[in-house]
């Protein structure tokens, strides 16, 4: 059996740490940006209490997802144990910082010494991506009445939904693309049927009861860390409105999900200080609030995830050990 350390070596190794390198440099960049000392006068003011509450809110986005990763994994079959699936899940946020989180896909190597086969892992990856899209889609629904100079891009979030529901609403046309795709040979036609048995197996995540509870805790995972945002934004001063709070964090997380940076780095953080200093706030207000409201998201599920990877590896060099 490989082990979860194999899968941590060479190539990958070097993308993680490059990746989360790249991102560490950029919120530096940031802070200086908005100037140091003003970010540290913003992050003083939400104090530790704020801190807190809005990584609780964190904490409940991921909890929430990790149970729609349950769900997806039942749907298809594959019941595996909570705690060592907790692990995992958790394990793909080291990898949130590449480009359109593709490297939370890494879940796959890790499931496969629990039976679970990667076009099962990559169907509920895909399912979990097109949820969040979809519940993050609607969340920008909430304001975008008063900007609508976001219709464009909330518009293109919405193609990529549909584009990905066309493609899984048709057994025939999936049946017909694996069967033309496995009898011919050659690396493009490899890909093509790895592609199309992992559709196959994501049709079954998007039942109608499952798809309606799915979105509903998508809505209510992302929706809380629109809150903490909301209520961040209150702690410093700023004169927002809840739905325009909500507004602003979901454009932002679909301008960071359509761009396929690592982690969303730059899109979102760009429509997010743009937005904020369209309300009134100051540069260095704006810019503090956002590198506060993503270390306490994105950098908080980085950390939680290496912290959970490691687990991983010592796990694995004890097995080891003990063998």
């Known amino acids: 059996m490989t082990s979860t350390t194999h899968y941590l070596e060479g190539w990958r190794l070097r993308a993680l740490i490059f990746s989360i390198v790249v991102a560490t440099a950029s919120y530096l960049a940031f802070s200086l940006w908005g100037g140091w000392h003003e970010v540290v006068a913003a992050f003083v003011q939400i104090g530790l209490l704020g801190t807190l509450i809005t990584l609780t809110m964190s904490l409940a986005n991921y909890s929430l997802r990790f149970a729609r990763w349950q769900l997806y994994l039942l749907q298809l079959g594959r019941r595996v144990p909570w705690s060592p699936s907790l692990r995992i899940y958790l394990s793909g946020f080291a990898l949130t910082t590449t480009p359109g989180k593709a490297g939370e896909a890494f879940r796959g190597f890790l499931l496969k010494k629990h039976g679970v086969p990667f076009p099962t892992t990559f169907a509920a990856f895909i399912s979990e991506r097109l949820s969040d899209l979809t519940a993050i889609v609607l969340l920008t629904l909430v304001g975008l009445a008063q900007y609508p100079e976001a219709h464009g891009l909330v518009l293109a979030g919405v193609a990529g939904i549909g584009v990905v529901l066309v493609c899984l609403s048709s057994q025939t046309l999936l049946d017909r693309l694996h069967h033309s795709a496995s009898t011919r040979r050659g690396k493009l036609m490899g890909l093509l049927t790895h592609v199309s048995e992992m559709l196959i197996c ?41 739905s325009f709070a909500i507004f602003v964090y979901a454009l932002s997380m679909l301008a960071g999900a359509l761009s396929f940076l690592p982690g969303g780095l730059g899109g979102a953080e760009a429509v997010m200080i743009s937005l904020l200093m369209l309300k009134g706030m100051d540069a260095p207000s704006a810019i503090a609030a956002t590198v506060f409201i993503r270390l306490a998201t994105l950098w908080f599920a980085v950390v939680i995830g290496l912290i959970a990877l490691l687990s991983s590896r010592h796990e694995d060099t004890s097995a080891k050990e003990a063998a």
């Open 202 to 242: 994501a049709r079954h995540c998007h039942r109608p009861g499952l798809l309606v509870m799915a979105t509903a805790i998508s809505i209510i995972a992302w929706g809380a860390e629109a809150m903490a945002f909301y209520w961040m934004l209150g702690w410093l001063g700023a004169d927002i409105s809840l």
